[in-house]
């Protein structure tokens, strides 16, 4: 896996404790996936071939071939950071930013998607309905650790993994075609975020918490537009990049029949989306300038702006350019008008509770403990950092240290090489001693001998 190798090398650029635990958490996870990539490709050998597509359609339901098709989809979720190996992802964003935008924004992370996109003829209804299942709780777990999250790299992170859930769902469907459709136009406007965050992370001298920022379209106007059109597009603003993927993806799932939980559960989480967006634009862009009264800001000069401006023209017209290549004829879809218009009330109310997420303080609201607590356990994506560190790193490294001290550089040791070793070592030296000091024993055993006859003869 040659761009896992290249996001572990870029991860920890910084050479700090940090970045070589978010480096071990991520080279780890994705080496999980690559072991189930080998396995599934020696389970192909029972077909005597790997050109599965020829005898897919005779041995689709054959027990060897769901093996396969769950194989490469745990692969898929290892490398997309879907639930349970969601906590890398967030995790890498101690990379450097430019890192982010390319990697973590559109190549690495959608390895998993475009993987399931070539092999989606593999998958049967279970394992669909399985990944229509971990897609959208990893939709709604991105969505709720954004609104309660401080850093603006993270909920940039957490807003690609919500996308991430977006994409799995779509294919879990059937719709392979519109889940390659928002790969594409998502990866446009979420490079140009990483781009925008970068430019701010620098003007405000690395600082990465949003509560510092503030009313910065004063001082990076060109910066915050390329933001601002970036956020929009991400929440499905018309005739944005973001619109044509994300919207006819909601109108295909209500087309769709699928369960009511999960139907709910993907348009809340789509509201989420706007939530954080808004809840981000607020901290950041209007309000107060927060940080320090004598430091200037301005735009990064030409150097930053030609590649955001270039990437801005992708966001506003790619998703229609894209729309008709991937299409060649447009998709009928007939829904009722209450479900037309479900998608806009719930963007509405996603920017109504965004704005009253960016009101929380810890002055007034939040002095409740319990409060503090159900916001601490949204905002660490229901604490999978800490089960993957401890329970996946931590104990099993931990172990791994014990047995190497007890067993290997211990008991083994001792009875093993070095024991031999050292006994036949002083063994030897014993010899020696007696080799060396043979007339000095002959004495000393003649005078006790000696000794002892004339006490038995006394006797």
């Not at 190798?5 to 080496?31: D, E, P």
């Not at 299942?133 to 709604?140: A, C, D, K, P, S």
């Not at 699928?258 to 989306?273: A, D, Q």
């Not at 089960?387 to 550089?409: A, C, E, G, H």
């Amino acid at each position: 896996d040659g761009l896992g190798l290249v996001s572990y090398c870029l991860v920890i650029y910084y050479q700090n404790f940090k970045s070589y635990n978010a480096g071990m958490i991520t080279a780890l996870m994705n080496r999980v996936g690559d072991v189930m990539l080998l396995i599934s490709i020696t389970w192909m050998f029972n077909y005597g071939s790997w050109n599965y597509i020829y005898y897919l359609d005779i041995l689709k339901n054959d027990l060897n071939m769901e093996i396969i098709g769950l194989l490469v989809m745990i692969a898929a979720m290892t490398k997309s950071a879907q639930i349970p190996f969601s906590s890398w992802l967030p995790a890498a964003m101690a990379a450097p930013t430019p890192v982010s935008a390319l990697v973590h924004s559109s190549t690495l992370v959608t390895a998993g998607v475009y993987l399931l996109i070539r092999f989606n003829l593999i998958l049967n209804e279970n394992l669909c309905l399985f990944l229509l299942l971990i897609g959208v709780l990893t939709m709604f777990m991105a969505g709720l650790g954004a609104n309660f999250e401080f850093d603006l790299k993270k909920i940039i992170a957490l807003s690609t993994l919500s996308q991430l859930g977006l994409m799995m769902s779509i294919l879990a469907i059937g719709s392979y075609k519109l889940a390659f459709f928002h790969l594409l136009t998502h990866a446009m406007f979420k490079a140009l975020l990483f781009m925008c965050a970068g430019c701010m992370i620098h003007n405000l001298k690395d600082t990465q918490d949003i509560r510092f920022m503030g009313n910065l379209m004063m001082h990076m106007p060109l910066t915050c537009i390329c933001f601002n059109i970036s956020n929009l597009a991400l929440c499905g603003m018309p005739f944005l990049a973001g619109f044509y993927s994300k919207d006819l993806i909601l109108e295909y799932m209500s087309l769709g029949y699928v369960n009511i939980l999960i139907y709910v559960l993907f348009f809340f989480s789509t509201g989420l989306t706007v939530s954080y967006s808004f809840r981000l634009c607020y901290y950041s862009i209007t309000g107060d300038y927060n940080f320090f009264s004598f430091h200037s800001l301005n735009d990064n000069g030409w150097i930053m702006l030609k590649g955001m401006i270039f990437m801005l023209m992708f966001v506003i017209f790619s998703g229609s350019m894209l729309s008709w290549l991937i299409f060649p004829t447009p998709m009928m879809i007939c829904l009722p008008l209450k479900m037309k218009m479900l998608t806009l009330l719930v963007c509405i109310l996603g920017a109504w509770i965004g704005y009253e997420l960016s009101k929380f303080n810890f002055n007034w609201i939040s002095m409740s403990m319990n409060f503090y607590n159900y916001s601490y356990f949204w905002g660490s994506m229901w604490m999978l950092p800490y089960l993957s560190t401890y329970f996946i790193n931590y104990y099993p490294l931990k172990m791994s240290y014990d047995l190497y001290k007890n067993f290997d550089q211990g008991w083994n040791e001792y009875l093993g090489s070095q024991g031999l070793y050292q006994n036949l070592k002083e063994s030897s030296k014993f010899f020696q001693f007696i080799q060396n000091n043979n007339l000095k024993i002959y004495f000393m055993l003649t005078i006790f001998w000696l000794f002892t006859l004339m006490l038995f003869m006394m006797l």
